[in-house]
């Protein structure tokens, strides 16, 4: 720790805090956690899962940088160094009183599902996907605090009281343990929820609570998952009266149908039938990002657009087609060299050659993601007010099935403006 100059505080956790540092060597800030924990030797520091997720996962532009640990064997004292971030999403949204930019939303969301892919993909899971762990430099995002990951293949039963509790998928508050990685998408759909309407879907006050503002607003699952769930909770009796919710779309009008789907499908009760982070991804919500995305790749092969930011994507979104012109033309001389090539050489012409004015469609991502299905464009998204005077009276609303009307909720309403601390409660991690 002698390598840093301690600058503040920047927050704190159940196991650690973290406090924003400047290394004497490099003159750079960073981010240095503290873990509250001592270590009694280098092995079981090794062995931390945090740490070894990190070095598993990295690099990725999506994924905090772990910079190096530091560890005292005398003291067992043990700090991981990151790099420093401006803010998290909760801090980004905190006191907001007017919606976020709809193009900004899908781009952040269009990052973290990025993030979790790759999570995925490499065999671990978060467990505790939330805004304060999504961590923002301007418009580019990354996940944060792995402290709670899991290994996808390792035995069940898990830990019950994993996530935090606003965030928490079904299964995991209906079961004794039984989950996997799709509860990550279920804490996706939360915070998705939120930066848009700017106040939590499921701010439950107890794992009960919890569940009935879920049946609430989404209603209760066929008969078929509760049996399942109840062959795996012994915690809890699982009785609850069939009910419909109110429903998402009456909580988010003036949002795109292909937004509410999406939303929809990430908060699916079942987690077998609940989206995948790779399907989401190829969402027709995120059309717009994912071609752009393609093209950019396109136009790199033939060395182009190598100025344009890969790690934003409203970047490349509004960039794109500054090159298009230009990089056409650059293909069309490319195909004619070709062929007269193939000419020169007495060789066959190949079959199925590159049509220019079709280069996004397909797919030559490095993930393997499979070739987009053929959907048709849909008319250019023209953003609404969200809820109306809300914003300006700092009053949320929240829709009574039975009284056919809004209500206004205070607990809500001084989350928007005054954020969590108004609440007076603790979120239970």
């Known amino acids: 720790m002698n390598q840093y100059k301690l600058v503040g505080k920047k927050g704190e956790g159940t196991f650690s ?214 062959k795996q909770a012994t915690h809890m009796e699982i009785n609850f009266p069939s009910k419909h919710g109110s429903g998402i779309e009456r909580l988010l009008q003036g949002q795109t149908k292909e937004c509410i789907d999406l939303i929809k499908m990430l908060l699916v009760y079942d987690p077998e039938e609940r989206i995948t982070a790779q399907a989401a991804l190829k969402h027709e919500y995120f059309r717009e990002l994912y071609e752009a995305e393609v093209t950019q790749k396109n136009f790199k092969r033939i060395g182009c657009c190598q100025s344009i930011d890969d790690d934003n994507p409203l970047e490349i979104t509004k960039r794109i087609d500054e090159f298009k012109p230009q990089n056409q033309t650059n293909l069309k001389q490319t195909q004619i060299h070709q062929t007269k090539t193939q000419k020169n050489t007495g060789l066959p012409l190949l079959q199925g050659e590159l049509k220019v004015d079709k280069i996004t469609q397909n797919h030559d991502s490095d993930d393997g993601v499979d070739k987009l299905p053929e959907i048709k464009r849909k008319k250019k998204y023209d953003p609404k007010s969200i809820y109306g005077k809300q914003y300006q009276s700092s009053q949320a609303y929240q829709f009574s099935s039975k009284a056919g009307k809004k209500m206004v909720i205070g607990l809500q309403a001084d989350y928007i403006v005054y954020g969590k601390k108004a609440m007076n409660q603790q979120v239970l991690g």
């Open 17 to 230: 805090e973290v406090i924003k540092s400047q290394s004497f060597k490099t003159g750079n800030y960073v981010a240095i956690k503290c873990m509250k924990n001592k270590f009694t030797s280098i092995d079981q520091v090794n062995h931390l899962r945090e740490i070894q997720a990190l070095r598993k996962l990295s690099p990725h532009k999506h994924i905090i940088k772990l910079i190096e640990v530091l560890y005292d064997e005398p003291t067992g004292r043990l700090a991981l160094v990151f790099e420093l971030m401006e803010q998290n999403l909760y801090e980004h949204i905190k006191g907001r009183r007017q919606p976020l930019n709809p193009q900004k939303v899908k781009s952040f969301m269009f990052q973290l599902l990025k993030s979790i892919d790759h999570m995925h993909r490499n065999g671990i899971f978060h467990r505790d996907i939330k805004p304060e762990n999504i961590l923002l430099n301007s418009d580019h995002l990354k996940l944060a605090d792995f402290g709670s990951c899991k290994g996808i293949y390792s035995k069940h039963p898990y830990t019950e009281y994993i996530s935090t509790r606003w965030y928490r998928a079904p299964e995991c508050l209906l079961t004794d343990g039984y989950y996997d990685q799709k509860m990550d998408l279920w804490g996706v759909g939360c915070v998705m929820f939120e930066i848009i309407a700017l106040f939590p879907l499921f701010p439950g006050t107890n794992e009960l609570d919890q569940i009935h503002k879920i049946h609430n607003i989404l209603g209760t699952p066929s008969p078929k998952v509760f049996d399942r769930f109840r």
